[in-house]
């Protein structure tokens, strides 16, 4: 059977493919091409990038890429098998010897464990009941963004007046009480108009950011704005020339205050991708190898961290309220890692790209 080298060569040549040939269609550098057709993997950052780069290159020479790569392991596992230490011993020792010297340490092994465990056993505590008290929290600027669980009040000052507002509940929507009645929520629904003190003006504005349906343990992530100055901070800002770029990252929005966004990724070539949601707990890492032309968005509260093997073949498109723009991680060829998060500088934030690597 010839080698995964072999295969490659024969099958450029018999295409009438230079190498530089197929580094200028593939975006893929000439030096990783190189370390496939002579097996040399050592090149390599990392075990995605060679499955990635290795199915791009085997689909553009008209090759199976998913039998390249079993391939490629099949050879990996050949380099790095080690001879069965028992092999060997059998050559030397009797069978019974053997078996008898492995009954042996089973039995102190069990011996040592059980020892261990009677004199390491910790005697029973009483364990003391703790009385759950929720401590109401102040809103002391015009505007407050936290976690808020089933019971926890809100004290809202309004002028000389101090109102409370309560998660009273999470099931299919978010149940909040505010003075005289109850709000229902779901999420990143326009936000809600409160009035407090009964006077028919609106005083607080009311968003709920995130939470999972039917599981109150989770929390729920709430967003207060006093309505009043909030309109007077904005409106001072309006004239404000955009900032385009800081010392470390490029700002692709600014705003008052951070909110949640939504990333498109548009594959113009075939590569491997793998992202992050930051900051919010259960969301986990995701990594796949996309074909050309897949579309797909990723939204996000804080940031989203993205790992690129081919930087140039995927275009991003930011959504942020009623602003867009287009970037890219780097370009074609490249390895990028990268963050699209918010920062925060003075009194606003910014939507940035940080580059990692």
Not at 75 to 99: C, G, M, N, Q, W
Request: with cysteine; net charge negative; proline share 5%.
């Amino acid at each position: 059977m010839e080698s995964l080298g072999k295969r490659l060569i024969i099958a450029r040549e018999n295409k009438g493919c230079t190498v530089d040939q197929v580094v200028q269609d593939t975006h893929i550098k000439r030096q990783y091409l190189e370390a496939f057709e002579a097996e040399n993997f050592s090149v390599f950052p990392g075990e995605p990038y060679i499955h990635g780069f290795l199915r791009s290159y085997g689909e553009y020479l008209g090759l199976d890429g998913s039998e390249l790569i079993n391939a490629y392991k099949a050879l990996t596992i050949d380099e790095h098998r080690d001879p069965d230490p028992f092999v060997r011993l059998r050559s030397h020792i009797p069978i019974k010897i053997l078996a008898l010297i492995l009954i042996g340490f089973i039995v102190l092994a069990i011996a040592v464990i059980m020892l261990y465990i009677r004199l390491t056993r910790p005697k029973p505590v009483p364990v003391p009941v703790i009385q759950t008290q929720f401590v109401p929290y102040v809103m002391e600027q015009d505007f407050l963004e936290r976690t808020l669980y089933v019971g926890d009040t809100v004290i809202i000052p309004v002028r000389s007046e101090r109102y409370s507002v309560r998660l009273l509940g999470v099931q299919e929507s978010v149940s909040i009480s505010i003075p005289g009645s109850i709000l229902y929520f779901d999420v990143l629904e326009e936000p809600k108009i409160a009035d407090l003190d009964g006077d028919d003006f609106e005083e607080l504005s009311i968003t709920v950011l995130s939470f999972t349906r039917h599981n109150p343990e989770s929390g729920v992530q709430v967003r207060f704005i006093l309505t009043n100055s909030t309109a007077v901070i904005e409106s001072s800002i309006q004239n404000e020339e955009p900032v385009l770029s800081q010392e470390g990252y490029t700002v692709l929005l600014d705003s008052l205050n951070p909110y949640p966004f939504t990333v498109q990724v548009q594959f113009i070539d075939s590569g491997l991708l793998r992202w992050e949601i930051l900051s919010e707990a259960g969301r986990g890492r995701n990594q796949d190898y996309f074909q050309q032309g897949t579309v797909f968005n990723i939204t996000a509260q804080n940031g989203i961290r993205f790992w690129v093997s081919n930087a140039g073949s995927i275009q991003f498109q930011l959504y942020g309220r009623e602003n867009t723009r287009d970037f890219y991680l780097g370009a074609a060829g490249e390895i990028a890692v990268s963050d699209v998060r918010w920062i925060r500088s003075k009194n606003r934030s910014y939507l940035t790209v940080a580059q990692l690597n």
